[in-house]
């Protein structure tokens, strides 16, 4: 089992939909999580940081369920500059300090 | 300001080749890494750092070596080229996470795309 898993997708939405993408997680001592997104060929940049409480910024919400380990990105009002892939990343604690990818999510915003 | 500088961008290579992947960031940070992207497949940790001197490995480290002698540089090194190692390659640095929570981000070079012929 992957250590990290998302759904690979894609998610075909039209523009103003609002999407949700879940991500699981395996290692319980994860302490920290992020949203990356790639453009094709591109390198991954970050989007969000994932903390406990669930953050937001602008379209985009993310939650965080460590009992369930599982983190969620949702994104509101889908924009066409949003088609991509939406990384899931989990970094372990301490001194491994990995960090550890999903195999993202494709999304395709349709006019 | 430079970040994660890899090199080359592209590369073809013959099957029984060598060659080393250049990494380097300067932004004094202590973790970095190297991933490789297959379609279908994800980012997947090849070898990582957490400081000079200190390497380990990750997923998929069968074929490939890795040295630290600075904090900015982390060269990667294919020892003997397959077409299985036809991929694109992702260098990636961080401050270390430690305890802390939500403040690491980590900052991609702009990748090389290897082609084993």
């Known amino acids: 089992r992957k250590e990290v898993e998302q759904d690979p997708g894609p998610f075909n939405v039209p523009e103003g939909a609002t999407v949700a993408f879940n991500c699981t997680y395996s290692n319980s001592a994860s302490q920290s999580f992020f949203w990356y997104r790639q453009d094709c060929r591109k390198e991954p940049k970050l989007l969000m940081s994932v903390y406990s409480s669930g953050n937001e910024d602008g379209r985009f919400t993310a939650q965080l369920n460590r009992a369930s380990q599982y983190i969620s990105l949702l994104i509101r009002d889908s924009k066409l500059s949003d088609s991509a892939t939406y990384l899931c990343v989990s970094r372990s604690p301490y001194n491994t300090d990995k960090l550890i990818f999903g195999t993202g999510t494709r999304l395709q915003v349709f006019p | 300001n430079a970040g994660v500088t890899q090199t080359p961008k592209f590369q073809v290579l013959k099957t029984g080749q060598s060659m080393t992947l250049q990494c380097a960031q300067d932004?004094?940070?202590?973790?970095m890494s190297w991933y490789r992207q297959d379609p279908g497949m994800g980012l997947r940790l090849i070898h990582y750092s957490v400081g000079a001197g200190i390497t380990d490995q990750g997923e998929v480290p069968n074929g490939y070596n890795v040295s630290r002698s600075t904090t900015e540089d982390f060269p990667l090194r294919l020892l003997s080229a397959a077409p299985s190692q036809t991929s694109v390659y992702f260098c990636?640095?961080?401050?270390?996470?430690?305890?802390?929570?939500?403040?690491?981000?980590?900052?991609f070079g702009q990748g090389t795309r290897l082609t084993v012929v």
């Open positions: 932004m004094n940070h202590e973790y």
């Open positions: 990636a640095s961080s401050p270390l996470a430690g305890d802390r929570i939500g403040v690491t981000e980590a900052f």
